[in-house]
């Protein structure tokens, strides 16, 4: 028995526009009804800028500015995706900003005390393994103990700050900051196989792991349903608070990894808990300007990417062509706006 | 024939012309042409799909036709939203109602437009108005009563008297009974007549045929987004209408029973069960059974099912399945063979902004990975399987939102195939689906049934609980109050027992 409408017309090819008023126009309308505006929209404005600050700064397609980008981006590129997998599950993490920083403390001061390729060692290990334990908290915290997110991860991020001062006194010699500037950990950012930093290869590895764990996994579609209608998917027999545990334990993780990472690039550690506020707010905007919806159950890694690397690409643009950095934020804010208004304009688009 | 019209109510003729609409390239209105008479009810009817959601909100101005004209009142209007359908005179009453449940009735009427004395709102010309609006509509509604514990029934009144209290006179209906027990549907039903008798215009979409013949003027049938024909209620029966939507005449629409074997086993016993909304209930189903939940909206079914299935902690009481104790917890439950096909598909059942393979497969992914890694092969496959049995046509990566109500109900009824279970509880699994379709779903349950595995069915409609069940228990606060087998199951005994005060049914179980 035939349900559906029985023709199974394969969507034509845009046709080559008519020349003569009516038809030409009928044609566009069925053009622009039939993309699917959702999943192209950070990619056009993405391209756009990427041909536009090639064309208008020489400097800009080099070699080694866009290893520099790439190198410098590295740590939130991996903050960043993880935390998509937060938001699609249908939670957020305000707290991954200061738990990179956290961990950078932790991992420095590891490095600072023990010394040598042990203390290396056991940063880096230790450094990661903060930055789980932290996720696992903000998770168990915001499902088990019915705190909504957003309350429970900004309050953990206060915790957090105030625990890294408290652990930074014990790495810290005399007044400055916490410097671990020794080859034994240092290798980690300095490092270029095939000419390529090593923080960009392990950012793109994680990168790689989260995409196809959520494009291709039995725990991606969990992830999907939980953020799209958690009621419908507990039903199905999904354990929904585990998948979104599992969630915040990955970006903790994420988190850590990154907070090492810049550590052994910088490779000191500021005091400054703006740094970590900015962090947070980078992440989310990147995710955002992605498309990844901030209701959950819609999203993808690879979109957080182009949105990260898109604010990149504007800083970056606006330092080659000397524009006054004052007008980074503000071309921030107007960039997100547009990026949420188009994305609730999509889906309200009439049919 | 149409009703005469009452003087001071706006006439409004609706007319389409030529009209075609367009999905994604698949088309799903083709050249339709269709008059709605004022102060006439005219029924919408076809199968699931068929296009009349569609037809209803290009008039309501929530999708534009893609050809044609929308003509009303001799005029060609464009709408480009329902707000500009409504100012025109034009007004749906949304299946998912849209009412303030913490406001009262007269707040919830006249939300947005509510009379003003200096910017305060003037309470006693809101209540002045709003009676009005009601004694012209003849409905008996309190205005100071909170909307949020009316009765469905009464709530959709107060969707009226809004839409009303906006001028409205074509008022369209999409399903309005579907989720009704059969008193409350009565009693919209008069809604209905009182609006027509008024000199409104209602366009009612039902799968309830009887209900369409009851009430309509004139019913226009819809088939694959084809107008097939339009003809006055009183030309038409239910098998010509059937005959009409499907292309092809349907027997019965029950399949016959399957036999239960004397001496099958239990599969399912549930023994004092307490939990919320359920106040002590003992219940067994046998392998191969068919068991009716039967009793009013409210009456505490679907709590027994949800703490059957482990969905809602259970305060006490045992649930055995296989004579094995079963906890309350669903990846458990469904591990022991437990299923529940959950009664509201958009709340409960589907992750409406995923694609239709990843819903259909959700409740066993185990069957379609190895290791957390879906093979995508397989879950094609295992999706395009599932989707075949329960007859829904298409591309299954379309979000399942793309698709009409009842190919929504059959997606989430195909994930109860998805491997061999030992009970399956159904809540209302027809809600939504057309006689056709309504065919197939009980024959997949009959098909359960004969494959050894116990079914409880809960449904409003008391036919389907007849037609389908080997055995019914009535169900009123939370209890069993009675159960009725053979030659007891009947009509009469079913609502005696679901209204009856405790007297009448106090010794039954
Ligand atoms: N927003 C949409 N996007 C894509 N396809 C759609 C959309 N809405 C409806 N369709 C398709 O249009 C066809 C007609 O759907 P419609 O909802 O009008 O059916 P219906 O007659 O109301 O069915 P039902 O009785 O199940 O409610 C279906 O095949 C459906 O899949
Ligand atoms: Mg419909």
Not at chain 1, 217 to 244: D, H, K, M, Q
Not at chain 2, 217 to 235: K, M, N, S
Not at chain 2, 262 to 272: F, G, M, Y
Request: aromatic content about 4%; overall charge neutral; glycine content about 12%.
């Amino acid at each position: 028995m035939s349900i559906e409408t029985p023709e199974k017309t394969a969507p034509a090819p845009p046709r080559a526009p008519r020349s003569g008023g009516a038809g030409e126009q009928d044609a566009l309308r069925a053009f622009l009804r039939r993309v699917p505006w959702r999943s192209v929209a950070i990619v056009v404005p993405f391209l756009a800028v990427f041909v536009a600050l090639s064309i208008g700064s020489p400097a800009f397609l080099s070699a080694q500015n866009i290893g520099n980008v790439l190198d410098r981006q590295s740590g939130i590129l991996i903050i960043a995706a993880a935390a998509t997998l937060v938001l699609i599950a249908g939670g957020i993490d305000l707290s991954v900003g200061a738990t990179y920083m956290f961990t950078a403390v932790v991992c420095g001061t590891i490095i600072v005390r023990v010394g040598g390729e042990t203390g290396a060692a056991l940063g880096i290990i230790v450094g990661i393994l903060a930055g789980l334990v932290i996720g696992l908290i903000n998770g168990i915290i915001s499902t088990y103990l019915k705190i909504n997110p957003l309350i429970a991860t900004l309050a953990m991020s206060f915790i957090i700050l105030g625990a890294t001062k408290l652990v930074s006194q014990f790495g810290k010699e005399g007044v400055g900051q916490i410097r671990v500037d020794v080859p034994e950990f240092r290798w980690l950012a300095l490092l270029k196989p095939l000419g390529v930093s090593l923080p960009t290869w392990i950012a793109f590895i994680v990168l790689i792991v989260l995409g196809v764990v959520l494009w291709r996994t039995t725990f991606g579609r969990y992830v999907y349903a939980a953020g799209g209608n958690a009621e419908a998917a507990r039903l199905a027999g999904i354990r929904v608070n585990v998948v979104r545990i599992a969630t915040f334990a990955i970006a903790g993780t994420a988190a850590g990894l990154a907070g090492v990472i810049d550590l052994a690039r910088t490779p000191s550690v500021p005091e400054n808990d703006a740094i970590a506020t900015t962090l947070t707010f980078t992440v989310l905007a990147g995710i955002v300007v992605g498309g990844t919806s901030i209701l959950g159950g819609a999203g993808a890694v690879w979109r957080t990417v182009l949105g990260i690397l898109f604010i990149a690409m504007l800083y970056n643009g606006f330092t080659l062509l000397r524009i006054d950095p004052l007008f980074q934020g503000i071309a921030l804010g107007v960039i997100i706006l547009v990026a949420v208004g188009f994305d609730a304009w999509s889906r309200t688009r009439r049919r | 024939m149409p009703h005469t019209a009452i003087a001071d109510t706006p006439q409004l003729r609706v007319e389409l012309r030529g009209v075609g609409k367009s999905f994604g390239g698949t088309p799903v209105l083709r050249d339709i042409d269709l008059v709605l008479e004022p102060g006439s009810v005219h029924a919408l009817v076809g199968e699931n799909g068929a296009g009349k959601s569609t037809l209803s909100k290009i008039i309501s101005g929530l999708y534009t036709a893609d050809r044609g004209q929308l003509v009303v009142d001799g005029e060609r209007e464009h709408f480009t939203s329902p707000r500009e359908a409504l100012d025109r005179g034009i007004a749906t009453i949304a299946q998912e109602l849209a009412l303030v449940p913490e406001l009262t009735v007269a707040e919830n009427v006249f939300l947005g437009r509510e009379p003003r004395t200096a910017g305060w709102i003037d309470r006693k010309k809101l209540k002045r108005e709003f009676l009005e609006v009601a004694a012209r509509s003849g409905f008996d509604l309190d205005p100071d009563q909170v909307v949020g514990g009316m009765r469905t029934a009464d709530q959709q009144k107060v969707e009226i008297l809004r839409a009303l209290a906006r001028g409205a006179s074509l008022i369209i209906m999409d399903e309005p009974t579907a989720a009704l027990a059969r008193h409350d549907a009565e009693l919209l039903h008069d809604v209905v007549r009182q609006l027509a008798a008024s000199g409104r215009t209602v366009l009612l979409i039902s799968h309830f045929l009887g209900e369409v013949l009851a009430l309509a003027d004139t019913v226009t049938i819809l088939r694959d987004g084809r107008h097939i024909r339009t003809a006055p209620a009183a030309d038409e029966t239910e098998a010509t209408l059937i005959e009409g939507m499907l292309g092809r005449t349907l027997s019965s629409i029950f399949p016959d029973k399957p036999v239960v074997a004397d001496d099958a086993p239990e599969v399912l016993r549930v023994s004092d069960l307490v939990a919320p909304g359920v106040n002590g209930v003992s219940l067994s189903v046998k392998a191969g059974e068919i068991v009716g939940l039967a009793g009013l909206v409210g009456a505490g079914r679907s709590e027994i099912a949800h703490a059957i299935y482990g969905s809602v902690p259970r305060a006490s009481g045992i649930v055995a399945i296989d004579g094995a104790n079963c906890p309350a917890d669903i990846p458990r439950t469904l591990k022991k063979g437990i299923f529940l096909i959950s009664e509201s598909r958009k709340e409960q059942g589907l992750v409406l902004g995923r694609p239709i393979r990843d819903n259909v497969t959700l409740s066993n992914m185990g069957q379609i990975a190895s290791g957390g890694w879906v093979r995508t092969g397989d879950e094609r496959r295992a999706s395009r399987g599932l989707l075949d049995r329960v007859t829904v046509a298409g591309d299954d990566r379309r979000d399942v939102s793309a698709l009409s109500g009842g190919n929504q109900q059959k997606v989430l009824f195909g994930r109860a195939l998805q491997k061999v279970r030992k009970l399956l509880i159904a809540d209302e699994p027809t809600r939504g689906v057309d006689v056709g379709s309504r065919r197939a779903i009980y024959d997949l349950i009959v098909q359960q049934a004969e494959q050894g595995i116990g079914v409880l069915v809960i449904s409003s409609d008391v036919e389907e609980v007849l037609g389908l069940a080997h055995r019914v228990l009535v169900v009123r606060g939370g209890r069993i109050v009675a159960e009725l087998e053979g030659d007891a199951m009947t009509e009469e005994n079913i609502i005696t027992a679901a209204f009856a005060d405790p007297i009448t049914t106090g010794g039954a179980a």
